[in-house]
């Protein structure tokens, strides 16, 4: 991959704002540097909104609404797939994009264009299945009308984590279902949503219908916004903590909210498991994008008679990892995305070792630019240990042990979230009782990835509220009006 094609590609993504259709600078003039994690180098500048732009952006999405919502279901549909043959057919280029401003490798993030586009494919064919019920009373006289209409503006707001793939599955089910939108990405990654926003101009999406508002502010930008009474919905998936303080703004207007927030998976590993299937589920759970991922195996719980063996072929996989630069053929596992979050998964593996847990493989930070980690497993880690309670974001595997079901059930459900577990068992009444008993969202039986733009994505407890994706994720910007209809045989 050459510099000069790099150059190429960065130089054609938009750096300014959008609002109401048109390219704009901050009303400050303010930018905002991204850099490229794995050199700490500025690759390009953005228009770093205010907190008048949020506005100006509310405004656009507020003026566009009435007209969107009234363009047939059909026609955003043909949008949405129109989107998707672009995103597929650009698909190099939104990778390389990815890969620049976030880290992963590229092979990475041409799975995650992959996964980002079929939001779009997905409710194209969603938006004219939106429907209702007339129904006779149960006294058999009047009779009942339910419609769906679109809930109205939206901000939606994105985490750095997967730039495309957040951004696709709040865009697609709100233009799906009639909502205006206003976009607000990560400000570490904001170049994949604004390349993604001049797809969707290209594919027909009106003036106004999505606005995308990249901010070093995000609270003053957006606080303004949920205070107004015009937005009528917000989409968040980030952190638990911003999310709890987010839903406490949104209650002063009640509101719709949607919250995609932490996880704590715990992969569970049990003794009649097809460990090297187990194995490789692992390597998925944990390394993919570098475990920056909510669904990120956080806790390995594995039954203590194979705990060595599971142990012992996890560290020689994950030894084969190699740190690089995303572009780089060989690289497996690319930088994490700056200097604080890579403090934070050192710091939380320095925390388990004086905890009483032992490094099997990496832990040490190397020598040299950009915020690398290397794959790092921890054997030995005792049951109350922080590292087994907060998201690690890193790819750091800490493994423990338990005796027997009941203590796996136990020691998964200890934790105040609840977004996904995985389980190795080839006894299926087990992963039966397990799917009844784990207090979680998604649930993968023999399986390291669960995601599917088919499936409903969300957690229970503190992982947040709603589902994204599935049938259930355009429900998230649609209302129910009922319409009672006097006995028409009267
Ligand atoms: P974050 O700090 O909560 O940020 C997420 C988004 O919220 C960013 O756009 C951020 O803007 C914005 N934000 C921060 N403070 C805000 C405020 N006061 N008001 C309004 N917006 C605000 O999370 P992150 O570190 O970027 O992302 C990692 C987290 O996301 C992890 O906890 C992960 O589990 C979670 N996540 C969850 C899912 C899911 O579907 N459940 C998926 C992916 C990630 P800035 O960029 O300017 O900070």
């Known amino acids: 991959m050459s510099a000069a094609h790099e150059s190429d590609v960065l130089a054609a993504v ?60 059909r026609e955003r549909g043909e949008i949405l797939r129109r989107a998707f043959e672009i995103v597929t057919a650009r698909a190099e280029e939104f ?35 939106i429907s209702g019920r007339y129904a006779t ?32 599955r709040k865009i697609a089910p709100a233009l799906a279902a009639g909502c205006t939108s206003v976009l607000k990405p990560a400000a570490l990654t904001p170049l994949s949503a604004l390349l993604f926003a001049e797809v969707l101009r290209e594919a027909g999406v009106p003036d106004g219908v999505v606005n995308v508002i990249p901010t070093s502010r995000a609270g003053a930008v957006t606080g303004p916004l949920i205070a107004d009474p015009r937005l009528r919905k917000l989409s968040f998936t980030g952190s638990t903590e911003v999310g709890r303080s987010l839903i406490a703004d949104a209650a002063h207007q009640v509101l719709r909210v949607s919250m995609e927030l932490g996880g704590n998976a715990p992969f569970l590993v049990f003794d009649d498991a097809d460990l090297d299937a ?33 142990s012992a072929r996890l560290i020689e996989r994950m030894a084969r990892y190699v740190n690089g ?52 497993v921890l054997v030995d880690v005792p049951h109350d240990a922080r590292i087994l309670r907060e998201e690690i974001f890193g790819p750091v595997a800490p493994i423990t042990t338990f ?48 995601s599917n733009p088919a499936a409903p994505f969300g957690g229970v407890k503190q992982s947040g509220l709603g589902r994204e994706g599935g049938l259930e994720g355009i429900d998230e910007y649609l209302e129910t009006t009922y319409i009672g209809i006097a006995d028409p045989s009267a």
Not at 96 to 123: C, D, H, I, N, Q
């Open 325 to 376: 630069r995303g572009t780089e053929p060989d690289t497996t596992l690319g930088p994490l995305v700056d200097g604080a979050t890579r403090d934070k998964v050192a710091e939380l593996v320095a925390g388990a070792v004086a905890d009483g847990a032992r490094v099997a493989l990496g832990g040490r930070i190397p020598s040299g630019r950009g915020y690398f980690y290397p794959a790092t």
């Open 14 to 73: 938009p750096t300014g704002l959008l609002i109401g259709g048109q390219w704009r600078a901050a009303s400050t003039g303010a930018t905002i540097d991204v850099h490229d994690p794995s050199t700490g180098e500025v690759i390009a500048q953005v228009a770093d909104a205010s907190p008048e732009d949020g506005l100006a952006a509310l405004d656009a999405a507020a003026a566009a609404q009435a007209s969107w919502a009234a363009t047939a279901p």
């Open 95 to 129: 990778a390389l994009v990815m890969t620049l401003e976030m880290g992963k490798p590229l092979a990475e993030s041409r799975a995650e264009v992959a996964y980002g586009a079929e939001f779009l494919r997905w409710f194209s064919e969603e938006a004219p299945r």
């Open 278 to 310: 187990a194995v490789e589920g692992a390597l998925l759970a944990k390394l993919r994008n570098g475990g920056e991922a909510c669904v990120a195996a956080n806790r390995f719980l594995v039954h203590e008679s194979v705990a060595a063996e599971f």
């Open 137 to 168: 009373a149960p006294d058999g006289r009047n009779r009942l009308l339910v419609t769906k209409r679109p809930v109205g503006p939206s901000l939606l707001i994105t985490p750095w984590n997967f730039p495309l793939a957040m951004a696709t």
């Open 403 to 450: 005796r027997d079901e009941d203590e796996a059930v136990r020691l998964a459900n200890d934790s105040e979230y609840g977004l996904v577990c995985f389980a190795y068992t080839r006894d299926l009444n087990r992963a039966l009782r397990l799917s009844e008993r784990l207090e979680t969202g998604m649930f993968g039986i023999n399986t390291g990835l669960v």
